[in-house]
């Protein structure tokens, strides 16, 4: 889905990525949806860490110091609990990463998303790095209900990056032969990069080389023409 800027900051976020998406689970009171953000942003940094499959609800019941019945009321099953978790990272995620460009169009917009998906890893959002790099390579070979689920929610980031180079392309802002969706890959490829060399050899410098290889990726395509305001 398409990813244009307009008035209202969620007015055109993706239905998996928007934060205000429709669960399947029934209205909550205020208290009972507090608690079961709490328990949410909890379980999040858990399986950042210890991936979606390390947890389950006797680790988070014990980590919370609650009874695992009183998680049974939330969560009727681990599979629950992992699709809970990976909708509440979504979440996070849009409010981290999306919302704050969704007033913005074209090329601006491109390079927001990535600036902000880069700053969201390097300030460690999640203590484990980027949760859907993480998530995506768990589960890319595990079929079932959470892979569906991170599935669509990375087709859809992809979208993003693909609507906004294709709506800067419509504005002469990036030049007509450059396929935007290749484009798009590239720059996910190198932000997952990034985060990848931050975890996995502690580089600190990471998100930074990731960052300047993207705009310079941008850089490359753009029209020799001024970006509109």
């Given at each position: 889905m398409?990813?244009r800027?307009q008035p ?5 976020l ?9 669960r ?8 009972g949806?507090k ?13 950042s860490?210890?991936?979606l499959e ?5 680790k ?12 049974f009321?939330h969560f009727g099953s ?34 927001a ?9 390097e ?9 859907f790099s993480?998530a995506?390579l ?23 990056l693909e ?6 392309q419509?504005?002469?802002e ?20 990034g ?27 753009t029209?020799?023409?001024?970006s509109?305001?």
């Amino acid at each position: 889905m398409k990813m244009r800027a307009q008035p209202a900051a969620t007015a055109r976020l993706p239905r998996q990525l928007s934060a205000g998406a429709v669960r399947k689970h029934a209205p909550r009171r205020p208290h009972g949806l507090k608690t079961r953000r709490a328990i949410l942003r909890k379980a999040v940094n858990i399986a950042s860490l210890e991936g979606l499959e390390g947890l389950s609800i006797g680790k988070l019941a014990r980590a919370l110091r609650i009874s695992k019945s009183g998680l049974f009321a939330h969560f009727g099953s681990k599979e629950d609990l992992q699709c809970a978790v990976v909708d509440e990272a979504r979440d996070i995620f849009v409010e981290k990463v999306i919302r704050p460009a969704a007033r913005l169009r074209g090329l601006r917009l491109l390079r927001a998303l990535c600036q902000n998906w880069l700053t969201y890893g390097e300030q460690k959002t999640f203590p484990g790095g980027c949760f859907f790099s993480a998530a995506s390579l768990e589960f890319d070979d595990r079929p079932g209900a959470v892979r569906d689920r991170i599935v669509s929610l990375m087709k859809k980031w992809l979208g993003n990056l693909e609507h906004a180079a294709r709506d800067a392309q419509s504005a002469g802002e990036i030049r007509e032969d450059v396929d935007v969706r290749q484009l798009a890959f590239e720059i996910q490829a190198l932000a997952m990069g990034g985060n990848w060399s931050s975890r996995l050899f502690r580089d600190r410098t990471a998100f930074r080389s990731a960052k300047a290889a993207i705009l310079q990726r941008i850089q490359q395509v753009t029209a020799t023409v001024p970006s509109r305001k």
